[in-house]
């Protein structure tokens, strides 16, 4: 009897649940990701839906004291210059080795897309916008972790200062390497979704995505793009090159 009870009342349970999550996510407007369908991306469906109904769309991942900040390397292209490091692009690496050699002061982040007012904002610019530090773990799909100091621009403060549209549904991220990618707009305006120029109270340095790198601190570490040069706000959802080399578009942790 006392299990049946149980039994009844976790049935119940689970029913509240779905519901308010299918609330929840309607409320959202966001019921499966952009790559529902795509039977290798059944993994997008479940973290995705898992994410979106269990968390509020403002919940914060846990902050860590100064005291905490560990070591971390420096990964995967560490400079678009340099043709053996990562995903090398000769064209763009080449731009990113007279920007380096100018210390970024020519440097400048495009925004373009759906947004009144296209930017090009430079290093001194972005530094004007609201400023955020956050103390957070980065955790690589390789399995390493790492805690660090990130200070940056909240994405949704650069985007209100661009006029974002309605319409807007991804924030693409084009790089000085091969990599690009997007996000939707729960993750775009999320408190600790930062565009960071600094790290651990320096500079950002090169081989952590010198000037700009994206922190999307929702997602897994390749989610967060480094050497920033341009992004596009979109009402369209498409591949930037994730999907396609074998990557989940979305990887909640
Ligand atoms: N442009 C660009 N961004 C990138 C990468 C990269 O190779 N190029 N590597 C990704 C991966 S897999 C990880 S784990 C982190 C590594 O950041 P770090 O080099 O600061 O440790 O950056 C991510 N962002
Ligand atoms: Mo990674």
């Known amino acids: 009897m006392a299990n049946d009870r149980f039994l009844l009342s976790r049935r119940g349970l689970i029913g509240g649940l779905t519901s308010s999550?299918?609330?929840l996510l309607t409320g959202c407007?966001?019921?499966?990701?952009?790559?529902?369908?795509?039977?290798?991306?059944?993994?997008?469906?479940?973290?995705?839906?898992?994410?979106?109904?269990?968390?509020?769309p403002t919940s914060l991942v846990r902050e860590y004291d100064r005291s905490e900040v560990t070591s971390m390397p420096a990964t995967g292209t560490y400079d678009p210059a340099i043709a053996s490091t990562g995903?090398?692009?000769?064209?763009?690496g080449r731009d990113y080795a007279v920007l380096r050699k100018g210390a970024f002061a020519d440097w400048r982040l495009?925004?373009?897309g759906l947004v009144d007012r296209p930017t090009s904002f430079s290093l001194a610019d972005i530094k004007r916008l609201p400023r955020r530090t956050q103390i957070t773990k980065h955790q690589c799909e390789?399995?390493?972790?790492?805690?660090?100091?990130?200070t940056g621009v909240p994405l949704h403060s650069?985007?209100?200062?661009?006029?974002?549209?309605?319409?807007?549904?991804?924030?693409e991220f084009y790089t000085y390497?091969?990599?690009?990618?997007?996000?939707?707009?729960?993750?775009?305006?999320?408190?600790q979704t930062i565009l960071a120029y600094g790290m651990n109270g320096q500079d950002l340095p090169i081989g952590h995505g010198a000037?700009?790198?994206?922190?999307l601190e929702r997602q897994i570490g390749y989610k967060s793009l480094k050497f920033l040069r341009r992004i596009v706000v979109s009402d369209r959802f498409q591949d930037l090159g994730n999907i396609s080399g074998g990557w989940a578009w979305y990887n909640g942790i």
């Open 21 to 23: 999550s299918a609330l």
């Open 29 to 56: 407007g966001e019921s499966q990701p952009p790559t529902y369908g795509n039977l290798l991306r059944m993994g997008d469906n479940f973290t995705y839906a898992m994410q979106r109904s269990l968390l509020s």
């Open 87 to 92: 995903a090398h692009d000769p064209e763009a």
């Open 110 to 112: 495009e925004v373009t």
């Open 142 to 150: 390789e399995g390493w972790s790492a805690i660090a100091e990130w």
């Open 158 to 171: 650069l985007l209100t200062a661009c006029g974002m549209q309605p319409s807007a549904r991804y924030v």
């Open 177 to 191: 390497d091969k990599n690009a990618d997007n996000i939707d707009m729960i993750d775009a305006l999320h408190p």
């Open 211 to 215: 000037p700009l790198r994206l922190r």
